[in-house]
């Protein structure tokens, strides 16, 4: 019992201390975790990633506490962490960021450096949401893949050509291929449109053309991953 009380009471840290560095480190996760989910955009959103950012930087927090100022701690725990092997892949560039953001913040905090933590994690959030809300480096040019099937016992000629002149602003036929055993061909386009607010009513207009089905229409606007 004795040498139990003397291990907490005679480490660097204190319980209080100890307690107290993980709990801002799990506050600012947990804004680093909020402003994530906010200005995430694409197909790769996962509630696991949110849940990593935040176990990530209280952990780094409990790393940089056991290591303290000794360099030997430093490497034998370099040593064990050498034996993990990741195998998610990072499908965002700005998820890596986010966790390099999640460690810096969690050894910020787990060495004391409260100023630092705060206003580092106050200043780099302050950046993301005005990066979000400008829209910043986004391609205002929309341009879309176009993709339909054809019937080939159907007189398509001028068919729906009287459709791109207009609607479409530029139209560049990417590909044919056979369909159905050569009864039909399925045709795709990269085009622009005159006005990105017409694209419904083309595919509209577009799909009730005799001859024409399964018309589909992918648009570049946003990031969108696999």
Not at 77 to 83: D, H, K, N, Q
Not at 129 to 139: A, N, R, T
């Amino acid at each position: 019992m004795e040498f139990i009380v003397n291990s907490f009471s005679g480490g660097q840290f204190s319980i209080t201390h100890i307690v107290f560095n993980l709990v801002v480190s799990f506050i600012l996760a947990l804004a680093i975790a909020f402003f994530y989910k906010k200005t995430h955009r694409g197909l790769s959103y996962s509630q696991s990633f949110v849940f990593t950012l935040i176990i990530l930087t209280v952990v780094t927090a409990v790393i940089m506490m056991v290591i303290g100022n000794s360099l030997a701690r430093a490497f034998a725990l370099l040593g064990a962490f050498s034996i993990i092997r990741f195998r998610t892949p990072v499908k965002d560039t700005k998820d890596t960021v986010y966790i390099f953001f999640a460690l810096a913040i969690g050894m910020a905090a787990g060495t004391d450096n409260y100023s630092i933590a705060v206003v580092s994690t106050v200043v780099v959030l302050l950046v993301v949401w005005f990066l979000y809300k400008s829209d910043f480096g986004s391609i205002r040019k929309h341009e879309y893949l176009l993709s339909f099937l054809i019937n080939q016992g159907t007189e398509r000629r001028d068919s729906f050509e009287h459709i791109f002149k207009q609607y479409i602003k530029n139209s560049l036929l990417l590909n044919i291929n056979a369909k159905r055993e050569g009864k039909a061909s399925e045709m795709t386009y990269h085009i622009t449109f005159y006005d990105d607010t017409q694209a419904q009513a083309f595919m509209r207009v577009l799909s009730e053309v005799h001859g024409v089905e399964d018309v589909h229409l992918i648009t570049s606007k946003e990031d969108v991953e696999y």
